[in-house]
């Protein structure tokens, strides 16, 4: 079946304008997941959505930026006046209840985010 | 807070060589720890994982082994191949209302030579 998949792959941008990520989660994966990954450093994790819950958005670094997602699909991370520092590959993930448990995450390939 | 520290790269050995990657965290209760592998120009990719104290993680010939003792999970290879080239990852979840969002380690990059 289909992974996740991201859209765009790569997005330039000039500093200030606002950036729309989406992402398609796989079929029937409840959770999804959005991290950064900023050059030479690891993923930091950004927002997830669970089913109907209301997100954690705990990882947002600034109120610039926002994510929707509509039921158990498509999700899209906003950034609005972007930042030379928002510059990284945006990743989402997503995953399936177990057993009451989340389990393995699945990848998307991301999108690299270039501001200017 | 979760937090993750993996050995700085890259590493560079040479086919048929031993590998280690030293994985440490901290985290509160018992996390499940994960090790991702990012092959070059492809998306991140589970390799393996234990979600409890001695299990040991295996595929593809990597292993890694939950260590509470020393809150360790460090990745191990008997005989790499020039095709291991990647950048791994050591990653743990602990359950957050729910959820269990990923924290990372900053990242291995393996370099693999004939």
């Known amino acids: 079946g289909a992974g996740v998949s991201q859209s765009p792959s790569n997005k330039v941008t000039e500093k200030g304008k606002d950036v729309e990520l989406r992402c398609d989660p796989i079929?029937?994966?409840?959770?999804l997941y959005w991290y950064r990954q900023r050059l030479g450093q690891g993923l930091e994790f950004l927002i997830y959505?669970?089913?109907?819950?209301?997100?954690?958005k705990s990882g947002l670094p600034s109120d610039r930026f926002s994510a929707e997602r509509t039921g158990e699909s498509v999700s899209t991370l906003t950034i609005q006046r972007t930042q030379q520092e928002d510059s990284a590959v945006y990743l989402c993930a997503s995953s399936r209840l177990r057993g009451g448990i989340y389990n393995e995450q699945f990848f998307g390939p991301g999108t690299r985010l270039t501001v200017l | 807070g979760d937090s993750v520290t993996q050995m700085e790269g890259p590493v560079t050995l040479s086919e048929e060589a031993f590998l280690t990657i030293n994985c440490t965290y901290t985290?509160?209760?018992?996390?499940?720890l994960f090790w991702y592998v990012q092959y070059p120009g492809e998306g991140l990719q589970l390799l393996l994982k234990a979600t409890k104290a001695d299990d040991k993680g295996s595929n593809k010939g990597f292993e890694a082994t939950y260590r509470k003792e020393t809150t360790s999970f460090h990745l191990e290879k008997g005989s790499v191949q020039v095709s291991d080239s990647a950048v791994y990852f050591c990653a743990l979840s602990g359950l957050t209302g729910g959820g269990n969002k990923l924290t990372f380690g900053t990242g291995t990059q393996l370099k693999v030579e004939l």
């Open positions: 079929s029937g994966h409840t959770a």
């Open positions: 985290a509160t209760g018992y996390p499940s």
């Open positions: 959505f669970q089913g109907n819950s209301a997100p954690d």
